[in-house]
């Protein structure tokens, strides 16, 4: 609750409109042009490194599969702003599995089961073991990464969005200070509340109207309830550290 | 609200034995690990200029020097290209021009040529197409595989998909489909023309296909002879070929399915323009280059036709370096995107000192 503006650019959708949808399509479209385009080129009426064949259907395949994977990925890294050892997992797991997936269809074992549905043997090992291949592979994530990275550190260094002041400026932030202390926290809760906390609260509306006795023993489990569901709140707000009373 | 409760019993943190009420038992509150309240350690990366500019610096000085040493090393390739279609009157083969897959005898034409620059390391002897079309979607699919790789029930039951090239004259077609069917069936020869003397130069044809091809892929039908024209009996050979499989070469390592030539025929290239490996020239030894400069004569059996579709044909030699065949593309494709990182780099520096660098802590409403 810092920041409370961020939540204006949601409101006004200024993160998903028409405008950022043919931006996305037209950076998709150049992106499939240079996925196409430059292993075309590389593999026009040549062969490869032991002279055999290169530019066969099945390798340009298995090439330009290989770059969309590794550049999609590596768009999806750039988008990641908060890298936890969960993303680093996902992302690095999923280009493993890729790699996993493709020479586990191009093996000769699956082959020898099933030759009609799995042709590509031996594909994924005669092509990637080419140099030309993987430079041909980082030519295209590079082409295609590049304009990215630099409409977004124009926009970003030009016209910072809100999201971007606050990022940079938790980081400025955390450079100078340690971790901010929990103890120091609770022990300011137990005499400041948010009234927001409590306006979700019962109050003691039931219990007057309920007509119950105030004796000692009612009131106590009454208020003991109510004391105990308070501080559940509370504990719920409590790992958020930027929540302000 | 005049509520007094325990700080300890909060600070703990330990979910309440009491939770909602009515409620038994379990408390609905997530634990309070690092990954339940969302607190694990991250790394949150901005695209600052300290981060982007080097690495842009850093792409261009990375790439600009591969460029150089693909183009170099493709420029430094040796080869040679004779386009033998005949369309021209003039050239040698133009008689053989619209000769038809059957003709007896068939039409042969030589082409001479000189090379200027000897060919120092083994040579590598092709065929090129252009304008054929190998990655049209029903050529590709017309293959059946699990005939290929020798198993017998499909060898006297090819698969839908080799239709029409399934079965002719009632037999089964082995192999089946159209790749099989159009399979390049040129002969060349080269020699070499020393003062009146024609010396022919060998040709090796084992070792032009994949090994994974060769050995995994392609299998002759098995059975218990090693006579291979009675492992085919029952099949056919296909409609547009002069000989059957299992003639296709006189040693039995080489004959049937696993035929190189065929075999590379038979993956199917990607573009419309390509070259498929048709012999070695190997090196002899080390003193001699593996071709001299000179004159030398290529003998062309022309059996494949290829003016109806405006095809073309030609015989290639070429060496071979670390990155494959001749081709600037990728050599000048690096130079250009590392000048461009290069480039771009430099405008963002400028740009960045220019305008860019405000200082952003005062801007922020809370």
Not at chain 2, 72 to 82: F, P
Not at chain 2, 152 to 163: A, I, Q, R
Not at chain 2, 215 to 242: D, M, Y
């Amino acid at each position: 609750m810092d920041y409370a503006k961020l939540y204006e650019p949601g409101q006004l959708n200024l993160l998903f409109n028409k405008r950022k949808f043919f931006i996305c399509i037209a950076h998709g479209v150049y992106t499939s042009f240079a996925l196409f385009f430059i292993p075309y080129g590389a593999f026009y009426n040549t062969a490869g490194e032991d002279g055999k064949h290169i530019a066969d259907y099945q390798s340009f395949a298995v090439t330009v599969a290989t770059s969309l994977v590794i550049v999609v990925s590596v768009q999806i890294a750039l988008d990641t702003s908060y890298w936890t050892a969960i993303n680093r997992f996902f992302i690095l797991g999923s280009i493993a599995v890729y790699f996993a997936i493709l020479f586990a269809m191009h093996s000769d074992g699956i082959f020898v089961i099933f030759p009609n549905h799995f042709p590509f043997v031996g594909n994924a090992r005669n092509s990637l073991s080419q140099i030309s291949v993987w430079l041909v592979i980082l030519l295209t994530t590079v082409i295609s990464v590049m304009p990215v990275i630099t409409f977004r550190f124009l926009k970003e260094d030009l016209n910072p969005t809100l999201i971007d002041q606050v990022r940079k400026l938790q980081k400025a932030r955390r450079k100078q200070k340690p971790l901010q202390n929990y103890m120091c926290q609770v022990s300011r809760r137990s005499s400041r509340r948010s009234a927001y906390a409590f306006s979700h609260q019962e109050g003691f509306g039931e219990l007057i109207t309920s007509g119950k006795n105030m004796t000692m023993h009612n009131s106590i489990s009454w208020i003991e309830n109510l004391r105990k569901k308070t501080a559940e709140t509370v504990n719920s707000f409590r790992s958020d550290r930027t929540v302000k009373l | 609200m005049a509520v007094n409760y325990n700080a300890k019993e909060e600070a703990d943190g330990h979910p309440s034995g009491v939770g909602v009420p009515g409620g038994a038992g379990k408390s609905r509150k997530p634990d309070n690990t690092a990954f339940k309240q969302q607190r694990l350690p991250a790394w949150q990366p901005i695209l600052t200029a300290g981060t982007v500019l080097p690495a842009f610096f850093i792409i261009g000085l990375i790439f600009i020097p591969i460029g150089i040493g693909i183009f170099v090393t493709s420029n430094n390739i040796r080869e040679y290209e004779i386009d033998y279609t005949g369309t021209d009157s003039s050239s040698p083969c133009n008689k053989c021009l619209n000769v038809s897959w059957n003709s007896t005898p068939p039409c042969t034409c030589t082409i001479n040529f000189t090379l200027d620059q000897p060919f120092e390391t083994n040579v590598f002897m092709y065929y090129g197409l252009s304008n054929f079309y190998q990655n049209h979607r029903r050529y590709v699919k017309s293959r059946d595989d699990s005939q290929l790789n020798g198993d017998n029930s499909s060898l006297l039951n090819p698969s839908k998909e080799c239709e029409p090239y399934s079965t002719s004259e009632g037999k089964p077609i082995a192999p089946c489909g159209a790749i099989a069917n159009s399979m390049f069936n040129d002969t060349l020869e080269l020699f070499r023309i020393d003062n009146e003397t024609r010396t022919p130069i060998t040709l090796n044809k084992k070792g032009i296909a994949w090994w994974t091809d060769k050995n995994v892929k392609f299998r002759n039908p098995s059975g218990n002879t090693n006579n291979l024209t009675a492992l085919f009996q029952g099949t056919t050979k296909p409609v547009n070929w002069p000989k059957p499989v299992y003639m296709l070469d006189s040693e039995t390592d080489n004959n049937g399915f696993i035929n190189e030539d065929f075999i590379v025929w038979m993956r199917t290239a990607a573009l419309p323009t390509f070259r498929k490996l048709y012999r070695l020239i190997e090196r002899k030894n080390n003193l001699q280059p593996t071709l001299q400069a000179g004159k030398y004569s290529l003998d062309i059996t022309y059996n494949y036709p290829v003016h109806s579709f405006d095809g073309r044909k030609r015989m290639i030699l070429s060496t071979i370096s670390w990155m494959g065949g001749k081709n600037p593309f990728l050599g000048i494709a690096y130079i250009t995107v590392g000048s461009i990182c290069f480039f771009l780099g430099v405008v963002l520096l400028v740009i960045h000192h220019k305008y860019g660098n405000r200082n952003t802590s005062a801007d922020i409403p809370n």
